[in-house]
């Protein structure tokens, strides 16, 4: 057994104990001496995204598939590096690359693409909520919402930025959708109810607040 193998089990020992930063340090040094196996770059990137070091993980794959071009697991790898960075339009592109090469895992790593991504919008949506900026936030909801249209709590956040921006017919529309997605939503029905009464709709209006108290055990809205 030469030095570079011993070295490469001796990585592959540590990172199987969870031992990632000695594994690192072996495998690069395994790479000095043969750096052009594509696997070895492939569990050095494994090690490196067990330390957190996401755009590091990005590298080593493109290194690796110099290598190795039509590798699906190093794809697969690349864009889970860039989905950890938040960079979903980057991670989708490996994926789809991933998936032309017939990985059948591909389509199952797209979704959590496209759900990470539904969630980074409406995180990025209540922020400007909270700053009173509805114009954006509404617009960040409408994307997350494209993405993800079974998020309640987008739906009932959209819907209460465009009953702000005196959109109550439209925020209706929203609050109704949210409720279909959950019933029980407590908010859902106590916005619906603020947005019939601006529209004049009274009686709507108090059935859904009723509603919405009744949900809550009895309690009115803080």
């Given at each position: 057994m030469n030095d570079a193998q011993e070295l490469y089990e001796k990585a592959a020992n540590l990172a199987a104990s969870g031992r990632h930063e000695e594994a690192v340090a072996c495998y690069e040094t395994v790479l000095k001496i043969n750096p052009h196996n594509s696997h070895i770059w492939f569990n050095l990137a494994l090690s490196i995204g067990?330390?957190?070091?996401?755009?590091?993980?990005?590298?080593?794959?493109?290194?690796?598939?110099?290598?190795?071009?039509?590798?699906?697991?190093?794809?697969?790898?690349?864009?889970?590096?860039?989905?950890?960075?938040?960079?979903?339009?980057?991670?989708?592109?490996?994926?789809?690359?991933?998936?032309?090469?017939?990985?059948?895992?591909?389509?199952?790593?797209?979704?959590?693409?496209?759900?990470?991504?539904?969630?980074?919008?409406?995180?990025?949506?209540?922020?400007?909520?909270?700053?009173?900026?509805?114009?954006?936030?509404?617009?960040c909801y409408e994307k997350g919402l494209a993405l993800d249209p079974s998020k309640t709590v987008i739906w009932v956040n959209k819907g209460a930025a465009l009953l702000a921006l005196k959109c109550a017919s439209e925020a209706v529309a929203c609050f109704e959708r949210a409720i279909k997605l959950d019933p029980r939503d407590s908010g859902a029905w106590n916005n619906k109810g603020i947005a019939l009464m601006s529209l004049g709709k009274r009686e709507d209006g108090f059935a859904c607040l009723s509603e919405a108290i009744r949900l809550r055990g009895g309690k009115q809205e803080q």
């Open positions: 067990n330390l957190g070091r996401h755009q590091d993980v990005v590298k080593c794959c493109e290194s690796a598939l110099k290598i190795h071009p039509t590798s699906s697991p190093l794809w697969i790898l690349k864009g889970l590096g860039f989905l950890s960075m938040e960079q979903f339009h980057e991670a989708m592109a490996c994926f789809q690359e991933s998936e032309k090469l017939g990985d059948t895992s591909a389509g199952g790593h797209m979704a959590r693409c496209r759900l990470a991504q539904a969630e980074w919008y409406f995180r990025l949506g209540s922020r400007y909520q909270q700053e009173g900026n509805n114009t954006e936030a509404n617009a």
